[in-house]
């Protein structure tokens, strides 16, 4: 580690008054990629009609752009609520990070480690599991389910606090939080078959990443990675793909077109059941416990 010339650590605290010159410094790469991700969407489109393969529903395909519109929104306008926070944090700690491209490196590495703990958390957390279930209720698989981001997914970035803490560069930290976002548009197809053993061991592929989307038990809570699958290994959660994934939510939802109802739908129930619990206890269960079990206790109940 360089410490004693500020090369690498150490490096000066940034006035908020200069936080408008970094926002024009810090590339939006998802708006830059939207017109690739459309032609790869259109090409895929294309491909699945000229082989009949039926992977596509429209009312779902164009429920999914919606979301993924108002999500783009959304996130133009954290953008510079991000960078706000992230500068005040990259302030507070002696051994900031001077901007060098190279910290993106273990940046990134960094950051997908707790993006899976963070994914992981919202399959186990009702609350979490309601800012996260829109990218589950597709019941096909394409690349369109990639645009499926919650619009209040940006709560989670509480579990991202660590890695700001760690004082990249805001920059640095800002533009890994996109190519993270950005390397999971790929994995929503069908049409990429295993890759080779090497690849499949060490990343998130489409192959890993349609066992998270299965609903069948076996493929239920598996595979969070979202660069690197080595964590699911390390951590206990990894499954193969050796069956064909049934797609969507345990309770379908069926074809739906309103981004409103794909995005809100899980809290709608959630504070129904905890209006309808009895005691704080209950109440703390129904909004905060592991989604399985609360539809186990329901399935007792016979509600």
């Known amino acids: 580690m360089i410490l004693l010339d500020g090369s690498i650590f150490g490096a000066k605290q940034i006035p908020f008054e200069e936080i408008t010159n970094l926002e024009k410094n810090s590339p939006q790469l998802i708006i830059y990629a939207i017109p690739a991700m459309a032609f790869f969407t259109f090409l895929e489109i294309g491909y699945s009609w000229y082989l009949q393969n039926k992977n596509y529903r429209l009312k ?114 800002f533009v890994v939080s996109q190519i993270a976002v950005l390397f999971q548009f790929w994995v929503h197809t069908e049409y990429i078959g295993k890759l080779h053993p090497v690849i499949e061991y060490i990343f998130a592929t489409p192959s890993n990443h349609r066992v998270h989307h299965g609903s069948q038990e076996k493929y239920l809570d598996k595979n969070f990675a979202a660069t690197f699958i080595i964590w699911d290994r390390i951590f206990g959660t990894y499954h193969d793909e050796n069956e064909k994934p049934e797609y969507g939510l345990t309770s379908k939802i069926g074809d739906r077109l309103d981004p409103i109802f794909l995005n809100f739908h899980e809290f709608v129930d959630m504070a129904k059941d905890v209006r309808k619990a009895k005691g704080i206890k209950e109440k703390l269960f129904y909004a905060f416990a592991s989604p399985a079990k609360i539809h186990e206790r329901k399935q007792k109940l016979g509600t």
């Open 60 to 173: 779902e395909s164009i429920g999914s752009a919606l979301v993924g519109f108002g999500s783009v929104g959304i996130g133009v306008f954290f953008k510079v609520v991000i960078l706000y926070a992230a500068v005040w944090i990259y302030n507070l700690v002696p051994w900031r990070m001077e901007f060098n491209w190279w910290t993106i490196i273990p940046c990134y590495i960094v950051f997908d480690f707790f993006s899976y703990w963070s994914h992981r958390i919202s399959h186990f957390n009702r609350f979490f599991w309601a800012t996260h279930v829109v990218h589950h209720s597709a019941e096909t698989y394409n690349l369109t389910v990639s645009f499926r981001l919650s619009w209040i997914q940006n709560l989670k970035i509480i579990f991202f606090v660590p890695v700001a803490l760690m004082a990249f560069h805001p920059v640095i930290f």
